[in-house]
């Protein structure tokens, strides 16, 4: 691993435990027992090592949810796993972090925010147009409608927890169980029954 990749590494164990703007780049010289120098002949700025960092990051990312859809024959069950390996890899952020690279790198953020966007619509509009060419969802519901219901669903989660009735719930877990139920409503009987039997297979629609 050269000095490039361990400073990303570095950049993106301290981005899981606070705010871009609390990330200097001091602490990640120290911990790297390299000199700030080193870490300035790699990247030109902190700027430079946010934007790369996370867009390597989102890239391998991207290459778990091809290799799923790749390897996965059956179009529902790919969307299940698609869907539910981008909120397992979402929810090791938080929220607030999120918003504070929003709020002090907008550009970085907005650009990383619609390319995955835009990754993600592709990638599924193909799983979702062909479980519907093989009888798995109803054909009535546009490939298109269908990717807006499930993205709508989780544009409300801005925090990492929902308080309701003296009670804390995780608002993955939420998202899950809300994908699930979209998925699973809009399926046929033949549908129904991949998303069942994926759901006792891996209990995962709530286990986090």
């Known amino acids: 691993m050269n000095y490039r990749e361990k400073i990303m590494e570095e950049f993106i164990k301290q981005f899981m435990q606070k705010k871009c703007k609390d990330i200097k780049v001091d602490d990640i010289a120290e911990n790297l027992g390299i000199s700030k120098r080193t870490i300035y002949e790699n990247f030109s700025s902190k700027d430079e090592i946010i934007k790369e960092t996370l867009s390597y990051y989102q890239k391998l990312n991207q290459e778990k949810t091809?290799?799923?859809?790749?390897?996965?024959?059956?179009?529902?069950?790919?969307?299940?796993?698609?869907?539910?390996?981008?909120?397992?890899?979402?929810?090791?952020?938080?929220?607030?972090?999120?918003?504070?690279?929003?709020?002090?790198?907008?550009?970085?953020?907005?650009?990383?925010?619609?390319?995955?966007?835009?990754?993600?619509?592709d990638v599924m509009l193909n799983a979702y147009t062909q479980a519907q060419n093989e009888g798995y969802i109803f054909k009535e519901i546009e490939p298109e409608f269908l990717l807006a219901l499930l993205h709508s669903s989780g544009t409300a989660y801005e925090h990492q927890t929902f308080h309701i009735l003296g009670k804390d719930y995780n608002m993955f877990?939420?998202?899950?169980?809300?994908?699930?139920?979209?998925?699973?409503?809009?399926?046929?009987?033949?549908?129904?029954?991949?998303?069942?039997?994926?759901?006792?297979?891996?209990?995962?629609?709530?286990?986090?």
Request: charged share 25%.
């Open 173 to 208: 877990a939420l998202f899950k169980a809300h994908i699930f139920t979209i998925l699973r409503g809009v399926s046929t009987l033949k549908g129904i029954k991949v998303c069942d039997e994926y759901y006792s297979e891996t209990k995962e629609i709530l286990n986090l």
């Open 66 to 121: 091809l290799k799923i859809s790749q390897e996965e024959e059956n179009p529902l069950r790919k969307i299940l796993k698609m869907a539910f390996a981008f909120i397992n890899d979402t929810c090791q952020i938080r929220f607030e972090r999120l918003e504070n690279l929003r709020k002090h790198y907008p550009e970085t953020a907005n650009n990383l925010i619609h390319s995955h966007l835009q990754f993600m619509k």
